[in-house]
């Protein structure tokens, strides 16, 4: 059983930057692989970012439409994943969701449907 946990959502004017962190309990298994998701209101779930926690940074899996500004670093040390978000944007307005899964191959992180532990969520809302 994987737990995941979010936190760092509020409010920020555009053009500003907000740290998301997504914290998974270690019970049986290590996650393998850890991803953030979005949800706006009407519009179906945006995989953004993902990341295999023991690979790091060369394994990061960032999606096109947040590229240049989104990043996902972690530290293993405390179970922790980050979704850097910088320049942000009115159309950034969203649930935020981590995810996690013990069972996804490495190379396959960045496939979104297979994940199956969630957040609660975290809402980000950008003002202009």
């Known amino acids: 059983q994987v737990q995941v946990v979010e936190s760092g959502g509020g409010s920020v004017q555009a053009g500003g930057s907000l740290r998301l962190s997504c914290a998974a309990s270690?019970?049986?298994?290590?996650?393998?692989?850890m991803a953030w998701f979005r949800q706006s209101p009407g519009k179906e779930r945006e995989g953004l970012a993902a990341i295999h926690t023991e690979s790091g940074a060369a394994s990061a899996y960032v999606a096109d439409s947040v590229k240049g500004r989104f990043t996902i670093p972690r530290d293993n040390a405390k179970n922790t994943v980050y979704l850097q978000m910088n320049s942000l944007k009115p159309e950034d307005t969203a649930m935020y969701y981590c995810a996690a899964d013990p069972s996804i191959g490495a190379t396959l992180c960045g496939v979104w449907s297979r994940y199956n532990y969630w957040g609660q969520g975290t809402q980000v809302t950008v003002s202009s």
């Open positions: 270690r019970y049986t298994y290590r996650p393998n692989c």
